[in-house]
């Protein structure tokens, strides 16, 4: 497996993975599926922006993605990013995940991010074991502000500190 910076030819690989969570789960809350062009923006605007989007490739092509954005608007949460990470359904299992966000927490460290912050549907289980494992903490449970497939849906905040303190990082 390699990890690398995504690409626009990337787009479609990325576009299919998170297309699937968007019409066949509650992981993502949307149910407007990505385009193409629209995930080629996305990985420019956040290169651009000196943010990761990175990808794992096997030799069966892209199997996961990871990136991640400032987590509320506002010059005062300049240092702390929501993540997103996302693996085809037979990569799971593997260490992709790991992998992809081992790598997503060296580069925040690298730019002087204090937290990471993931935002994962309560229905995820999964998703939120996973991110325990890794070290982070649940710090939100909020009710029922997701609403997909006819019911409502808790959202579940989970936050890892890279930095404490005065760290200028």
Do not use: C
Not at 46 to 65: C, H, I, K, N, S
Not at 134 to 161: M, N, P, S, T
Request: aromatic share 8%; proline share 1%.
């Amino acid at each position: 497996m390699i990890l690398r910076a995504a690409t626009d030819a990337d787009a479609e690989a990325v576009a299919r993975i998170v297309n699937l969570y968007i019409r066949e789960t509650t992981v993502s809350f949307t149910e407007i599926e990505k385009t193409v062009d629209l995930v080629a923006q996305e990985i420019a605007v956040r290169q651009a922006e000196g943010r990761p989007f990175l990808v794992a490739q096997t030799d069966e092509g892209v199997v996961g993605y990871a990136t991640y954005d400032q987590f509320r608007k506002g010059t005062g949460y300049g240092r702390t990013m929501e993540h997103t990470v996302m693996l085809a359904s037979d990569a799971r299992g593997h260490g992709v995940g790991r992998a992809l966000m081992a790598a997503l927490e060296d580069h925040a460290i690298a730019h002087g991010v204090g937290s990471l912050m993931a935002g994962i549907s309560g229905e995820n289980t999964e998703a939120v074991a996973f991110h325990l494992a890794l070290g982070y903490k649940e710090v939100g449970h909020v009710a029922q502000v997701g609403f997909k497939f006819g019911r409502w849906i808790d959202l579940i905040l989970l936050q890892k500190r890279l930095s404490h303190g005065s760290d200028s990082r």
